[in-house]
Structure formats: C-alpha cells, structure tokens
C-alpha cells in the first residue's frame, strides 16, 4: 500500500474546519477520505472502515471531548492526527500518554494537512517499531531467566556442569521440535509441583 492509498477518517463536528481538512488530503493524492460529523458512535465506524490514518479535529474541546478522543487513540492503534485551536501542556502530555501521533495546536491549514499526516504516520510507525524490540526484549529476558533456573534444576539433580545442563536442554528441545525456553518452562514446572508434594 503506497501513502495515495491509504483509507482516511476524518472526525470533524464542524463541516467547514473538516473541508479544509479534505481539501488538503484531496490535493496531496488522497482520495479514499471519508468524514463523520458526529463524535458518538465512532467506534463503529471505525470498525467498518477500518481506516489506516485518522485525523480528528476538535476546534476547542472540553476535557471529557479530548478524554475520549485519548481512550479512542489508545484502543484503535493507528495513526492519529489530531488538530486542536487551544490546549494547554496537561493536554499535551495526555495526547502523548494516549499515543496520539501528531498533536496540533493552532495549526489547521490546507497547506499543512498533508506534512502533519506523514509526521503521523511516520511516528506511529517509529512507536510500534520500538514497542515490538521492547516486547521482544522482554520476551528474551523472560526466557533467560528461565534457561538458566531449568539449568540450575538439572545441574543439582543430574550433578551436571551449567554446560552440560544447557546441553540437554537443547537437545531435548531439538528432538522434541520445540523452543529451549519451552522445555525450561516445563521443567521449571514440574519440579515446582514435585517441590509441593
């Protein structure tokens, strides 16, 4: 999918402030914009549309406008633009926490439409990626701690070396198609039940 294809949701109570906003997707190559009107209910549309960017525009919102524009940002994951005329730094930090991609104040113009959308874009797609190493990181750690009490099991009841114990672990996992961390998890397992016994 290149950037001209991407399906745009553009949340807009104001029709006027949300034609700007059109009108500047639509001069940078984007034609699959769909606008709603109406903030209730968005979860729905979403849903049907699934669009790959959202742009909302709040002109001057009331706190619980932005709370729950923050909780959608947070569940649809996706990338968020989002235009508002006044904020203060609580409400920044909030779009922030939320994982709004592109938090704007005071800034929709037709001109400027299309750079904020690719800084959106681009960000989100930054966030996830470091979200996925960190996760990753995490996962690996996780492992190693495990490996390393299922070799601790094996070394005091074979009396093998940390080597030899490593060993067996990956041979049993080779022989049994199945990941290091896998067997470690079931034998760290299994020698927590013989331990209540």
Request: glycine share 4%; no cysteine; aromatic share 4%.
């Amino acid at each position: 999918m290149t950037r001209r294809d991407l399906i745009i949701l553009v949340i807009d109570e104001n029709a006027i402030r949300a034609s700007i906003i059109e009108e500047g997707l639509r001069d940078a190559g984007h034609s699959r914009v769909s606008i709603v009107h109406d903030v209730h209910g968005v979860g729905r549309v979403i849903e049907r549309l699934q669009p790959d960017v959202i742009v909302i525009d709040l002109e001057n919102p009331n706190r619980d406008l932005l709370e729950s524009m923050f909780q959608l940002s947070r569940s649809v994951k996706r990338p968020i633009a989002m235009f508002v005329d006044r904020s203060d730094s609580s409400m920044i930090e909030a779009a922030i926490d939320a994982g709004v991609s592109a938090y704007v104040v005071d800034g929709l113009r037709q001109e400027r439409v299309k750079s904020i959308l690719d800084m959106a874009i681009s960000r989100f797609n930054a966030f996830s990626r470091m979200e996925r190493e960190l996760a990753e990181a995490r996962s690996e750690l996780a492992d190693r701690k495990v490996i390393d009490r299922a070799k601790g099991i094996l070394m005091k009841s074979r009396g093998i070396s940390e080597e030899e114990a490593y060993k067996l672990l990956r041979t049993t996992a080779m022989n049994q198609n199945r990941k290091i961390a896998e067997i470690a998890q079931s034998l760290v397992l299994a020698a927590g039940l013989l331990e209540d016994l």
